[in-house]
């Protein structure tokens, strides 16, 4: 039954007061809840607008604090942050703060980093679980830091962001530290042994080096229950000969996840290695550091590939595929166990090269960045497509000369390709792994970009390439996507 016209407008004005009432009705510890995923200075704001509220703020669980470079152009501005940050800390009336966050774009004098210690001994005794510093000076870094920290029994989480250099305490003691994240410039050789034996049970573990030009550095990684570790190296020097003087040492017994980027190729040691590990991302090497590579490193990129050679998932990112030759012209790596790939491969030949590598692929995830370069094998591949009566000619004829990798001719079913153009030199990829992938029961093309009118007629072609064993493969198993949101993930 309809209600009076005045019964609904009622109704209406009253809805905004239900509101209300219902989020006062909550029980303290959901507001405390939901309060603990605000910045502080938000806290205190939403804390005015109830009276019930008025002394949440110094009961929150989470102290989150953030200042931005915006924030910082006139001077006072980051005095009152300062002040601030000092009264919250002072008042706040919890034995236990679960989470402390500072980020910081921008301290500018030595002074402020010495009223920052004192803030982490006090969150430090409150029996802290997670605390994460973010801070990025111009001129100066951490000072150091407080060894109370070091010795913190309650912490669980610790990520040090800096763009300066941090010395780190000889005394390391973290019982409870599952998941650590440092990001520090020439760590020299403070990441050693002896700082990690201090975290018994450490499962996480995430290291950002930025590195000088020439300088000595020397990571030496024990962790008996490491689970996943990813190391980013970025040195100035875009030679070679700057990996020489970078030394990676991994000692993690169940190690399961491992991620390296990594610009000058540095020397890793993996040791006491299980076959726990079960997926690598590889990202080594620049461009022109591949254009001219000099034995030594080289050889440094082949043991890391010989010491990750069991893993199921591999993903080679980056430039690290147009390194291929020259590693495997010292030796080759056989990747036996990997079934799911992602490569990022900037033509035909390295695809084929790094194919090669893997006889029992099942599903591969292809990144296409084609560059203009002059490759005799690929020059002599291209086709072109433009042409009706060419469409369907028996193309790739110096290829035939190329033994077809084993894992298209038996194991591969399904494949993924984004591509960025739609140029011949792409054509020509999707068309040979099409034409010689027995096995393929599906594919899928991103397109990450809009193309022109002409580009889009050329893949559409894709749908009559000749296929290879399964020539009664229908169409709806190539399904194309235009502007696709890409995921490597291979299911």
């Not at 002040?83 to 004098?109: P, V």
């Not at 726990?276 to 043991?303: F, H, P, Q, T, Y």
Request: charged letters at 25%.
């Amino acid at each position: 039954m309809k209600e009076p016209k005045g019964k609904q407008e009622k109704n209406t004005k009253m809805a905004p007061n239900v509101g209300a009432r219902s989020i006062e009705s909550l029980p303290d510890s959901i507001l405390l809840h939901i309060l603990s995923f605000l910045e502080m200075k938000y806290v205190v704001r939403v804390c005015v607008v109830s009276k019930r509220w008025k002394d949440f703020w110094s009961s929150v669980p989470n102290l989150i604090f953030s200042l931005s470079e915006s924030d910082l152009i006139l001077e006072d501005r980051f005095e009152k942050f300062m002040d601030f940050f000092e009264r919250i800390l002072l008042l706040h009336d919890s034995s236990t703060i679960q989470k402390f966050s500072l980020r910081c774009a921008r301290a500018r004098f030595p002074h402020d980093f010495n009223r920052l210690n004192p803030w982490i001994c006090a969150v430090s005794k409150r029996n802290v679980e997670q605390l994460d510093l973010y801070i990025f000076s111009p001129d100066f870094g951490f000072p150091n830091l407080p060894s109370v920290l070091f010795t913190c029994k309650t912490l669980v989480e610790l990520r040090l962001h800096d763009n300066h250099v941090i010395d780190f305490p000889r005394c390391t003691y973290l019982p409870n530290l599952k998941t650590l994240e440092i990001s520090v410039v020439d760590p020299g050789d403070n990441l050693n042994r002896r700082f990690f034996s201090g975290c018994p049970v450490l499962e996480s573990l995430s290291i950002i080096a930025y590195i000088s030009d020439h300088m000595k550095v020397s990571i030496d990684i024990y962790a008996p229950t490491l689970k996943n570790l990813k190391t980013f190296l970025g040195v100035d020097g875009r030679d070679g000969f700057a990996g020489r003087d970078v030394k990676v040492i991994i000692d993690a017994q169940i190690l399961e996840y491992l991620s390296i980027e990594d610009n000058c190729v540095a020397g890793y040691l993996i040791k006491n290695q299980s076959s726990s590990l079960v997926r690598a991302d590889i990202n080594v090497g620049l461009d022109d550091l591949w254009e001219d590579m000099e034995d030594d490193a080289a050889w440094r990129a082949l043991k890391l590939f010989k010491r990750i050679s069991h893993v199921k998932h591999l993903g080679l990112h980056g430039v690290t595929t147009r390194g291929l030759g020259c590693i495997y012209g010292n030796a080759r790596v056989t990747f036996c166990n990997v079934t799911h790939s992602y490569l990022c491969v900037p033509d035909l030949p390295k695809l084929r090269e790094a194919l090669q590598s893997m006889p029992n692929l099942e599903y591969l995830a292809i990144y296409v960045e084609i560059l203009h370069v002059k490759d005799d094998d690929l020059e002599a591949d291209i086709v072109d497509l433009s042409e009706e009566d060419n469409e369907f000619n028996d193309v790739f004829s110096s290829t035939q000369a190329h033994v077809v990798p084993s894992c298209l001719l038996s194991h591969l079913r399904v494949i993924k390709v984004a591509i960025l153009e739609g140029t011949n030199d792409v054509l020509q990829l999707v068309k040979y792994l099409l034409k010689n992938s027995e096995a393929l029961s599906k594919m899928t093309i991103c397109l990450l970009s809009s193309l022109s009118g002409e580009e889009v007629k050329k893949i559409k072609r894709i749908l009559r390439f000749p296929r290879g064993g399964f020539k009664d493969m229908s169409n709806k198993n190539i399904q194309i996507y235009a502007r696709f949101v890409w995921s490597a993930t291979l299911n």
